[in-house]
């Protein structure tokens, strides 16, 4: 097993808790409409605006937590765990010496160099969905996640990733994470929760027949986006005592934790 607590080996296709269908599923939302999958809202992203929000949640999520942590950006390595296309890349870039973004989606990275085509700070590295293998062991001044936990489909693997995130890190470096110990209103309602497992289910084939294309076509008519219709998008939630048990068992110090009980929930700390 993984550092990270992944699913066994073996894991049959279509399991969306297994790190290709995770991948799978992120590309497909990246090739659709990879801003309205970042960060949703009613109206369309253009680039701009786009971006903009990125360095909006720099200034609310980072600037704040810098003194507590201790941070010298100038002179730090940072490693942004979830980038996507770079929407809050773009602004650690531009105050940080050297930014590691990293992604379980090769279409996400794909597009998020295309959109930073003079941005020699910054490194794009492909990761499993299920681990931060390719990152080395205590080669990270800080490490940074936002709206990416609240995704992942398995407890295991998110609790997996806040192990190592502690890994990467050197002594003395630093983290802020973000994610969920309490789940927002969903879009698929109470009932569409209940059905999660079904309709994920009746997406593989059956005796060779798929009826993905017939199960997404009756959820576009009942007013539902199928590709926030499994747990790839709608994630799981953390109860933040494992949570801190976790980044305890990593050799983390927790210098404070925001939002307990709430959709944001935020943990920060330094590796001892």
Known sequence: MSAAQGP??????????????????WDERAARDSFHYIVTRPDAWDEASFFASGERDYLLTVEPRIPALGLHPESATM????CGVGRMTRSFSERFRRVV????????LRRGRALHPNAPTIGWVLTSGADLRPIRSESMDFVYSFLVLQHVPDRRIALGYVGEMLRVL???GTFAFQFRSAREPSALGVKGRLLQPAIEWLREP??????QDRIDRLLV????????????WSGVLLDVR????RVWAGGGSVLGVDGWG????WCMGVKA
């Open 8 to 25: 066994r080996k073996g894991s049959p296709a279509g399991d969306v808790t297994s790190p290709q269908e995770i991948r799978r599923r």
């Open 79 to 82: 490693l942004e765990v979830g």
């Open 101 to 108: 973004a990293v992604d379980a989606s090769l279409e996400m």
């Open 170 to 172: 050197k002594r003395g």
């Open 206 to 211: 059956i005796l060779g027949i798929r009826l």
């Open 221 to 232: 008519a009942r007013g539902h986006d199928p590709l926030k219709s499994d747990r790839t």
């Open 242 to 245: 494992r949570v801190l048990e």
């Open 262 to 265: 709430t959709p944001f929930t």
